[in-house]
C-alpha cells in the first residue's frame, strides 16, 4: 500500500541555520506530495505541494522538489527563523484520491 | 472567510460516557474528513464523505466509533461508550472535491477520557 516516511525528530536548529527533513514515499503510478505544517495548539496548514515529476513547491521560504528517481519529496529552507517551530508533515495523494496519507510528522525548534 | 469550526475545543469525561464531536466545513467545500492524532499512531483518518455521503469508513477503529453528515454544513462524530483508549486530538478537514485540492483543517478537539 501507500506509505510516507519521514525522518523522525525531534530536531533542533539555531535561528538562520539551513533545514533539511527528509521525505520519501511508496506509492504506484503518479501520487501528488504535500507538506502541511502543525503550530502548537492548531490543525494543520498546507505549506506547499507538488503534482508531477520534477515539479518544484515553494511557500515562506520553504522549497520541495518531486524526485520520483528517488522517490523522495525532501523539505528544504535556508534559513530558519523561531516563528517556524511546528510540527511538519509530509503527504501524498494517489492519483485521482482525496485520501492523504501522512508522516509521522517532525518536530522542529529553532532557538534565537 | 471562517475556516473549519469544531467543537467542543476540549472535552474531559468519564469512560463508559457519550462523546459527540462537531465540525462546521468551510462553505462550498464538498467533501469532510475526521482524523485521530495521537503520539503512538500519528494521524489517522477514520472516515471522509463526499456530498454528505460517507465514502470510506475503513478507519473507524470499532462499532462504538459512529459518523454522520445530515447536511453540507455539519457532522458528528460520536463514540459511544468511550474508553480512555480513545483520549487524542480529533481534526475536522473539508476540501472542494477537485484533484490536488488541500484540506483545511480545524483546531481539533483535545479529548480525554478518564
Known amino acids: 500500500g501507500n506509505s510516507v516516511t519521514q525522518m523522525e525528530g525531534p530536531v533542533t536548529l539555531s535561528e538562520e541555520a539551513f533545514l533539511t527533513i527528509n521525505c520519501t514515499y511508496t506509492?504506484?503510478?503518479?501520487?501528488?506530495l504535500f507538506w502541511y505544517v502543525q503550530y502548537p495548539g492548531e490543525g494543520l496548514q498546507l505549506l506547499l505541494k507538488a503534482t508531477k515529476a520534477d515539479d518544484k513547491g515553494s511557500n515562506k521560504g520553504f522549497e520541495a522538489t518531486y524526485r520520483k528517481e528517488t522517490t523522495s519529496f525532501h523539505l528544504e529552507k535556508g534559513s530558519v527563523q523561531v516563528s517556524d517551530s511546528a510540527v511538519y508533515f509530509c503527504a501524498l495523494a494517489q492519483g485521482g484520491s482525496e485520501k492523504l496519507v501522512f508522516g509521522k510528522g517532525t518536530k522542529l525548534t529553532v532557538n534565537p | 472567510d471562517a475556516g473549519v469550526i469544531q467543537s467542543p475545543r476540549h472535552e474531559v469525561t468519564e469512560m463508559g460516557q457519550e462523546v459527540t464531536l462537531r465540525c462546521k466545513p468551510i462553505s462550498g467545500h464538498n467533501s469532510l474528513f475526521w482524523y485521530r492524532q495521537t503520539m503512538m499512531r500519528g494521524l489517522e483518518l477514520l472516515i471522509y464523505?463526499?456530498?454528505?455521503?460517507?465514502?470510506?469508513d475503513s478507519g473507524m477503529p470499532e462499532d462504538r466509533f459512529s459518523a454522520k453528515m445530515p447536511n453540507a454544513s455539519f457532522s458528528t462524530l460520536k463514540i459511544q461508550p468511550s474508553e480512555p483508549r480513545d483520549s487524542a486530538v480529533y481534526f475536522c478537514?473539508?476540501?472542494?472535491?477537485?484533484?490536488?485540492?488541500?484540506?483545511?483543517f480545524g483546531d481539533g478537539t483535545r479529548l480525554s477520557i478518564l
Open positions: 478537514a473539508s476540501s472542494r472535491r477537485t484533484i490536488n485540492q488541500p484540506q483545511h
Open positions: 506509492a504506484t503510478g503518479y501520487p501528488s
Open positions: 464523505f463526499n456530498n454528505n455521503v460517507p465514502i470510506d
